[in-house]
């Protein structure tokens, strides 16, 4: 099947623009055109700008991107290269959810804390606010 540049977009979730810049970096390869030139995509074209898409979400910059298509399209060869980038994003996206789930355990204690305050069974204590001082 044949895409558009606009039912692309719409498959992969992309903007027109974004799926635009993808195409004049160089990060789509081996792009047609129809008689109108305007470009049209395959599937296997779909699949790669998926895969973009997925890349882009695991923190990829267009760089990396570029240099790992450069891997992809010299085949098989490179696949320990490969693995070796995309294991640095995995490494780095644990970390990201390590801090992200720390950041919701504050939140979680923080609102409960709240909650008990509200509900009188705890004095308020502020770490910004000095307490008067007993005498």
């Known amino acids: ?63 990396e991107m570029k240099d790992y298509l450069d891997l992809c399209l010299q085949g098989e060869s490179t696949i320990p290269q490969r693995k070796e980038m995309l294991t640095k994003k995995q490494e780095a996206l644990r970390c990201s959810i390590e801090e992200l789930e720390s950041s919701i355990a504050y939140i979680d204690w923080k609102q409960s804390f709240y909650d008990e305050v509200l509900s009188g069974k705890r004095p308020y204590v502020s770490n910004l606010i000095p307490m008067e001082e007993e005498t």
Do not use: H
Request: with cysteine; aromatic share 10%; charged share 25%.
């Open 1 to 63: 099947m044949i895409y558009t540049m606009m039912q692309v977009c719409k498959k992969a979730n992309l903007t027109y623009q974004t799926l635009k810049f993808y195409c004049n970096e160089g990060l789509i390869p081996n792009v047609k055109r129809d008689k109108n030139n305007r470009r049209v995509f395959d599937e296997r074209n779909l699949k790669w700008i998926q895969d973009l898409v997925c890349l882009k979400k695991c923190g990829m910059s267009i760089q």
